[in-house]
């Protein structure tokens, strides 16, 4: 079904040989990628990236901080189109009116700085890139993880909030030239079969290991003409849970009609790779032998075929409830219950956002529900339209109607569902959900608290299925529809009436309306000679997500106001972090004052003369985790640590290099200790770094440390800062970017 090969390949004539007759680094730059980013590159290193891009897209979870940033750097206008959309938390704010005054400032932003304001329920942020955006041979960047428009021939990366506000100050993204991974499609997909189960097959195949890791996914072959437009931009969206970098592909006439079909033929241009392009690595997909899957808790890799699944359902899920226990020890996980009556049952079903809620998923799950009931019972269906052009069409062509009647409940558009700020499911509850990911907290619910919840990916076509049998889950393969294929039309008359397009039109004179919990970020140091640093949270969990970082739902109401945010920074893992994290420092804001506490004195006794290295001896907290950073790309999970005075990251290595760079650009030591070092220390424990400053101005990569243990006992530990480039170690030394681009500022002038 899917194979990866770690190994280099050439495409000649449209087929994979291991010989082009060529060099291979003349052959490098025939692929896709190579052409559009080298394109955008405004660096004389075709190495080493530098990159303006073409547009860039936020949700209202990360544009108040992004251009909050902006502005504190001397940002006068958007330099580029900058779509601020409304969809992530539009329905679930918390405290009265803090929600709508985050709106109000994003259109008075737009006013003021020539952007494009998309109101609530209008569209959520992918569609509307697609829609009104992408084009072939662009780049777009946007500040959420699930930026990928590679379908559209439009290579797109999700990236934290302080990438796009350097792109606002006509500063570049900058990445070294990355490995491109080529993803061969053969074969047809068969009745039943959705873009999800594509999507799910391949992150099961390539997260774990990490074999597409920061790579760019480039899909080529025969069967990309098998797939309809919405069936590519559904495993496309998808690509961002291998934790590659972006993706692209190949263009034909499918895409030219979807661009023609949204009055924007002008932005098809035909796209592939030229003959004998060669890639580092390379994955097949077999279209026609994949099944429908089920990704189980909590992660979309964690992935069957959902025939296999209901063979071993009672101990697959006996394994969930034991991973869940082992997270979160207040729980108390019941997922065998839904064994019986010889099927396993779900209590809800959801097809939502920028994955579930296409034209064709929704049109085809109405196809397989139309006549039938979803029943009086528990389980409940929920369908959010991606867009109200899309919510427009589905009426028009009866699909609205057929799944109103079969029991389901349409809703606005919205991305509530996928972060956990809508229809979270009962205690001990199992949602199926073609939504983009099913982290622990990401149905919304509260384990720490006892509350338990899972969510279980599927294609909305198996979703459909099962809610034909009142929850019993049902392959769609099984189903027995018949399909009709829709053409889709676009009516943009909406977003004509609606949406304020502001670019090229920025008026200096207009006003921002500040609501009362949109503030300003709170001062930060530059960092000092030395680093000491006491663990606040130390966490073995082979992956830890940003979404346990800093949990979504709810708690992102208060994402304008960063001391308030960050009271929730770890809060459903680690629920003492945030207690310790203030502790350490209130301690650092007394010795910047002069003041040296009793335990900060000690600690640095136990390396040298307290008194003189209180004096140039930064004291902050940090996190240990084994690889942090899977998931989303909100800079929250990183600010909120800096806020709260965390000046340091210790792990093995980084999920993502989104988080990576949010950690740097807020000022966070990305520390990496070697594979196979034991870290055995605790919460408490204080590490301390001599000469930090100095190591980072010199570019030196391994950093010697000492661990103080509470027990009194010294330990060596060797930490590694590798790859910074020249910007990022002065965002570093400046104490966050902020401070880098106000120094230059005050350079300037």
Not at 99 to 110: I, K, Q, R
Not at 354 to 370: K, M, P, Q
Not at 726 to 737: N, P, R, T, V, Y
Request: glycine share 10%.
């Amino acid at each position: 079904m899917i194979r990866c090969f770690d190994k280099g390949v050439f495409l000649q004539n449209g087929r994979l040989t291991d010989d082009a007759g060529l060099p291979t680094e003349q052959k490098r730059k025939n692929t896709m990628a190579w052409q559009i980013l080298q394109a955008h590159n405004t660096s004389s290193d075709p190495m080493e990236l530098k990159i303006r891009f073409d547009a860039m897209v936020s949700h209202d979870i990360t544009y108040v901080g992004i251009i909050q940033q902006a502005r504190a750097s001397g940002m006068k206008e958007f330099p580029i189109p900058y779509a601020l959309t409304n969809c992530h938390n539009s329905l679930c704010a918390v405290g009265g009116t803090i929600n709508e005054d985050d709106h109000m400032f994003g259109l008075s932003a737009a006013k003021k700085y020539g952007g494009i304001y998309v109101p609530a329920n209008q569209s959520v942020i992918h569609s509307y890139a697609r829609e009104e955006l992408a084009g072939c041979g662009k780049m777009i960047l946007g500040s959420d993880s699930h930026t990928r428009y590679g379908a559209l021939g439009t290579m797109a990366v999700g990236e934290g909030g302080p990438e796009l506000a350097k792109q606002l100050l006509k500063n570049t993204w900058d990445v070294p030239m990355p490995k491109v991974v080529l993803v061969y499609l053969t074969g047809e997909p068969k009745q039943g079969v959705g873009p999800h189960d594509v999507a799910i097959a391949l992150v099961k195949a390539t997260f774990e290991t990490g074999f597409v890791n920061n790579c760019v996914l480039e899909f080529c072959g025969p069967g990309i003409e098998k797939l309809p437009m919405d069936y590519r931009n559904g495993i496309d969206v998808m690509t961002t849970e291998t934790t590659c970098l972006s993706s692209i592909w190949e263009t034909d006439e499918a895409t030219r009609r979807f661009f023609k079909t949204h009055g924007r033929e002008e932005d098809y241009k035909p796209l592939h790779p030229k003959d004998g392009a060669y890639y580092d690595k390379y994955i097949t997909i077999e279209l026609d032998k994949v099944e429908p899957m089920i990704a189980l808790p909590f992660h979309p890799s964690n992935a069957y075929t959902i025939k296999e699944f209901l063979a071993n359902a009672e101990e697959i899920l006996k394994g969930v409830e034991e991973d869940a226990r082992r997270r979160f020890p207040k729980a108390d996980p019941h997922l065998t219950d839904k064994i019986h009556d010889g099927g396993v049952w779900a209590d809800q079903g959801v097809i939502a956002g920028c994955a579930g809620g296409l034209f064709d998923n929704i049109t085809e799950a109405a196809d397989i529900l139309r006549g039938k009931f979803t029943g009086s019972g528990a389980f409940s269906f929920d369908v959010y339209p991606t867009s109200v052009p899309v919510s427009l069409e589905l009426m028009k062509v009866g699909a609205t109607a057929a799944l109103l009647e079969a029991g389901a409940i349409i809703k606005p558009s919205f991305c509530g569902p996928c972060f956990g700020a809508g229809d979270v499911p009962a205690n001990n509850g199992l949602s199926l959900r073609h939504t983009t990911r099913n982290f622990p907290n990401r149905e919304g619910s509260k384990p720490g608290e006892g509350q338990f919840a899972g969510v279980c990916l599927m294609d909305a076509r198996s979703i459909a299925a099962t809610a034909a049998n009142g929850g019993r889950i049902t392959p769609a393969t099984e189903a027995d529809y018949a399909p009709v294929r829709h053409e889709y039309h676009f009516d943009g008359t909406v977003y004509k009436n609606r949406v304020y397009y502001g670019f090229g039109k920025a008026d200096p004179t207009a006003e921002l309306q500040m609501g009362p919990n949109i503030t300003d970020w709170p001062k930060m140091h530059a960092l000092e000679e030395n680093l000491l640093v006491e663990l606040a949270a130390v966490i073995h969990d082979p992956v830890t997500t940003t979404d346990e970082l800093i949990p979504s739902g709810e708690t992102s109401s208060y994402r304008s106001n960063p001391l308030r945010l960050a009271e929730f920074t770890l809060s459903r893992r680690v629920p003492e972090y945030v207690g310790l994290s203030k502790k350490i420092a209130a301690q650092e804001n007394d010795r910047r004052s002069g003041v040296v506490s009793a335990h900060l004195r000690e600690v640095l006794s136990q390396v040298g003369d307290a008194d003189e290295l209180a004096k140039c001896t930064q004291f902050g907290s940090a996190v240990f985790a084994n690889k942090p950073g899977d998931g989303s790309a909100r800079e929250q999970a990183a600010s909120c640590q800096k806020v709260l005075g965390g000046f340091a990251n210790i792990c093995y290595g980084f999920a993502t290099k989104r988080y990576r760079s949010n950690c740097i650009n807020w000022g966070i030591l990305p520390f990496t200790i070697d594979k196979g070092v034991p870290f055995d220390y605790e919460s408490g424990d204080c590490v301390f770094v001599p000469h930090i400053r100095q190591a980072v101005e010199s570019g030196q990569e391994d950093i010697p440390a000492k661990v103080i243990c509470k027990d009194g006992s010294v330990h060596d530990l060797l930490l590694h800062v590798k790859g910074l480039t020249a910007d990022e170690k002065e965002i570093i030394l400046d104490g966050c970017l902020m401070n880098y681009y106000a120094k230059r500022m005050a350079a300037e002038k």
